[in-house]
DNA sequence: TCTGGGGTCCTAGGACCC
DNA sequence: TCTGGGGTCCTAGGACCC
């Protein structure tokens, strides 16, 4: 049996577990840049804001009904995130963490009262750390997935244990809800008549492979109970690794958007050696604002090859900054920019170069020490001149949270 | 004025190998 | 009538996830 624990709109929660006067009202969170909604309270969803929707337009939405709204804050997030996959050890070995708020647990053989064993889980959650979880408990990941669903949509625990459980939350998920399931995929089950994942599963396979290949395939199995998909408990290295931005306003001036993409190589070579890995791809693009119609829209890209792998700031930035002359025209007013390293390999398997000097020791001894620096005084307290001082291109995050939990100064006072 | 930022996997087809 | 029979690697594009 699996457990699928998925935070209740996430974000949301987090502010409010340090500003409880939240609770009750109205409060969504943005995402970068202030622009789109990506958390909503149960009372802003019931109000009527969409998921992804651009702020902006819901400008009269949020004064009619004082919405608290709240930039991202990922450090919050991320930490709380961590805390929330902690406790979650506690109640199985096998812990898949699947996003920033959401796990897979191996239940099989821990216990003999899946109802109760849910409960316990989500009171843990809310007693340790103030958030509130739903619970999904099933046969297959994506049954848990269903399970889920229904558990926010009732007691905050489903589990499908029996035939009729199944058959009734099957037939009671709209097909665009099933996990694997996304836009196109419904369009094309709605001409074939299926509406829901019941209609789904009994499909023939020989279609849904013609038709989806065969992660449709695996799909229709784990509807009708047959588990194809094995709890991960450890994180894979990432194949693709992706700092992209929309600048805080449009940019034209070449050296400010030559510090952006410097600081977003800087945060890719970071990522990198965090995974232990390096690159010998970047790929670095621009492009203008794609919603302004009397704006010509100018998309541009272009991808380097490194002499030798590297997960070095210098080496990433110098290639990104080389990439970057090459696609950057003039007189363009740009919105955004982003690195993205590939070709990743673990740095035990570099390939030696035969003409190879001692500079690659010194550059790693150099990066050591940067980054020790860095952790102890704080991100780019040491830096390439390349990367700059501007604040120009920094997002926009007009409505941000105190690091509460991670910085000193941000801590939460409490007067007893 | 204002519209996010990450990722993964699969398939088909072409180039090339012996 | 019959035209060898395997492979691999790469890329682009399309789907999906949060």
């Not at 990743?344 to 190879?356: A, C, K, R, S």
């Not at 990367?387 to 007009?398: A, I, P, R, T, V």
């Amino acid at each position: 049996m699996f457990a699928l624990v998925d935070g209740n709109n996430f974000y949301v929660s987090c502010e409010r577990v340090f500003n409880p006067l939240l609770e009750g009202h109205p409060v969504i969170v943005l995402s970068n840049n202030d622009g789109c909604v990506i958390s909503r309270s149960q009372e802003a969803k019931q109000i009527g804001f969409k998921m992804a929707e651009p702020a902006f337009k819901r400008k009269e939405l949020i004064e009619k009904h004082g919405v608290a709204v709240f930039s991202s804050n990922y450090t919050l997030y991320g930490d709380m995130s961590n805390r929330m996959m902690r406790t979650l050890e506690q109640f199985s070995p096998e812990v898949e963490v699947y996003s920033i708020d959401e796990a897979f647990l191996n239940l099989q053989g821990i216990c003999t009262n899946l109802l109760d064993y849910g409960h316990n889980i989500r009171a843990t959650i809310l007693k340790n750390l103030g958030l509130p979880v739903g619970v999904g408990i099933a046969k297959t990941k994506t049954l848990a997935k269903i399970a889920n669903k229904m558990a926010k949509k009732y007691s905050g625990v489903f589990v499908i244990d029996s035939e009729r459980r199944l058959d009734w939350a099957l037939r009671n998920t709209p097909i665009e809800d099933v996990w694997g399931i996304g836009r196109q995929y419904t369009k094309l089950l709605a001409k074939n008549g299926v509406k829901t994942a019941f209609d789904f599963s009994l499909l023939d396979s020989n279609w849904v492979k013609q038709h989806m290949s065969v992660v449709g395939l695996r799909t229709r199995e784990e509807l009708r109970g047959v588990s194809c998909m094995s709890i991960e408990t450890v994180a894979k290295a990432k194949r693709n690794i992706a700092t992209t931005r929309a600048f805080g306003k449009k940019l034209s001036n070449f050296t400010l958007i030559s510090e952006a993409v410097s600081n977003y190589a800087v945060r890719c070579a970071e990522k990198l050696r965090k995974q232990n890995s390096i690159a010998r791809f970047v790929t670095i693009f621009i492009h203008t604002d794609p919603f302004n119609p009397s704006e010509q829209y100018i998309y541009k890209s272009i991808t380097v090859t490194m002499p030798e792998p590297s997960s070095s700031n210098t080496e990433i930035v110098k290639a990104a900054l080389a990439g970057l002359e090459k696609i950057f025209i003039p007189n363009l007013r740009y919105k955004k920019a982003g690195v993205i390293v590939s070709d990743i390999t673990t740095e035990q398997f570099v390939q030696g170069n035969l003409f190879e000097s001692a500079n690659r020791e010194k550059i790693k001894q150099i990066t050591a020490v940067t980054d020790k620096l860095n952790g102890i005084f704080g991100r780019d307290m040491v830096r390439l001149a390349a990367q700059g001082f501007s604040n120009d291109w920094k997002l926009k995050q007009e409505k941000l949270s105190p690091c509460y939990t991670t910085r000193w100064e941000e801590l939460p006072k409490v007067k007893a």
